[in-house]
């Protein structure tokens, strides 16, 4: 069993649709959580990060963490066809010396316009 | 453009042979790490060096190697390579050895035929 499962989808909604995204994990050592966008041919870029549990929230996006169901989401409002893409959960223990993420197998998603 | 350049973009190469990929940090980061992404593993990390010193290391096969060098850019050293090493090779950097914002660079595709 891997250490973060991520339904890879694909996930296709309309525009404007409230998209939710989620990774289980199984090490309860795990503190940072964060979010990568991945565009097709692309690097993945941090889209956001939270420490321990609770909400965080960005513009149309809000990270949530957890860490009694090891469990974390991502929703996207308002979602727009500029938002078609992979996301990626990844993950980093506490207490750590390195900067060694784990990544989840990352979630396709379309918007249709 | 996240600042971190990586060459080639692709390569295409026969079974057992050997390759080099190389990568440049952003200016001022000292941490690198390299990661393989394919379609059935997702996004695995490899290796990380700061400041010229491995730091850590997750599930790199005995075949590959790695080293960063005085000028703080790295190379990934795959040998003896097999139809299953085909996937994509990402470099990012950091300014940290720890945890901290990661840049990914644009990636090499690698081919194995």
């Known amino acids: 069993q891997k250490e973060v499962e991520q339904d890879p989808g694909p996930l296709s909604v309309p525009e404007g649709a409230i998209v939710s995204l989620n990774c289980t994990y199984s090490?309860?050592?795990?503190?940072?959580f964060m979010w990568y966008r991945q565009y097709s041919r692309k690097g993945p870029e941090l889209l956001m990060y939270?420490?321990?549990?609770g909400n965080k929230e960005d513009g149309r996006f809000t990270a949530q963490v957890d860490k009694s169901s090891k469990y974390i989401s991502l929703f996207i409002r308002d979602s727009q066809p500029s938002d078609s893409a992979t996301y990626l959960c990844?993950?980093?223990?506490?207490?750590?010396?390195?900067?060694?993420?784990?990544f989840g197998q990352g979630t396709t998603l379309q918007v249709k316009p | 453009d996240s600042g971190v350049t990586q060459t080639p973009k692709h390569l295409i190469t026969a079974t057992g042979q050997r390759v080099t990929l190389r990568c440049s940090p952003r200016?001022?980061?000292?941490?690198v790490y390299w990661y393989q992404q394919s379609l059935d593993q997702g996004l695995q990390f490899l290796i990380q060096?700061?400041?010229?010193?491995?730091?850590a290391k997750g599930n790199i096969l005995e075949r590959f190697s790695a080293q960063q060098f005085p000028d703080l850019h790295s190379e990934l050293n795959l040998s003896s390579l097999e139809l299953g090493d085909s996937a994509l090779y990402f470099c990012?950097?950091?300014?940290?050895?720890?945890?901290?914002?990661?840049?990914f660079g644009p990636g090499t595709r690698l081919t194995v035929l």
């Open positions: 060096y700061y400041n010229g010193e491995e730091r």
């Open positions: 090490n309860s050592a795990f503190q940072y």
């Open positions: 990844a993950m980093i223990a506490r207490p750590s010396n390195t900067g060694k993420l784990i």
């Open positions: 939270t420490y321990s549990s």
């Open positions: 990012a950097s950091s300014g940290t050895p720890a945890w901290n914002e990661q840049f």
């Open positions: 200016s001022g980061d000292l941490s």
